[in-house]
């Protein structure tokens, strides 16, 4: 089973509990332009390799139903990065 984090980003670092989760992330998945805003975070060196540009909202639903681990007990962390407040307008 899959978890997906949804991670707003800004002009604000990162905090603790967000930071976290994107170390943890087997893939971060941005837009073109939430791309080059996260390539300016200090986080985005040590991730770059599991950072997915996807352009469309329905090719990144589709990436993420895609994303069954082998066994289903084992959990794949997935992060779409937002921007803005996520719980509110992102």
Same mark, same amino acid.
């Given at each position: 089973? %899959? $978890?997906?984090? +949804?991670? !707003?980003?800004?002009?604000?670092?990162?905090? $603790? $509990?967000?930071?976290?989760? +994107? #170390? !943890?992330? @087997? +893939?971060?998945?941005? %837009?073109?332009?939430?791309?080059?805003? #996260? =390539?300016?975070?200090?986080?985005? @060196?040590?991730? $770059?390799?599991? +950072? *997915?540009?996807?352009?469309?909202?329905?090719?990144?639903?589709? #990436?993420?139903?895609? =994303? *069954?681990? @082998?066994?289903? @007990?084992?959990?794949?962390?997935?992060?779409?990065?937002? %921007?803005?407040? =996520?719980?509110? %307008?992102?």
């Amino acid at each position: 089973m %899959s $978890k997906v984090f +949804v991670i !707003g980003i800004g002009y604000r670092p990162l905090d $603790k $509990k967000a930071r976290e989760i +994107v #170390f !943890g992330a @087997e +893939v971060i998945l941005a %837009s073109r332009r939430l791309f080059e805003v #996260f =390539q300016t975070y200090e986080e985005y @060196e040590a991730v $770059k390799e599991r +950072v *997915k540009v996807i352009l469309r909202v329905d090719e990144t639903m589709e #990436f993420i139903r895609g =994303q *069954k681990s @082998e066994h289903e @007990e084992e959990t794949k962390n997935i992060v779409l990065l937002a %921007s803005g407040d =996520q719980l509110f %307008s992102g």
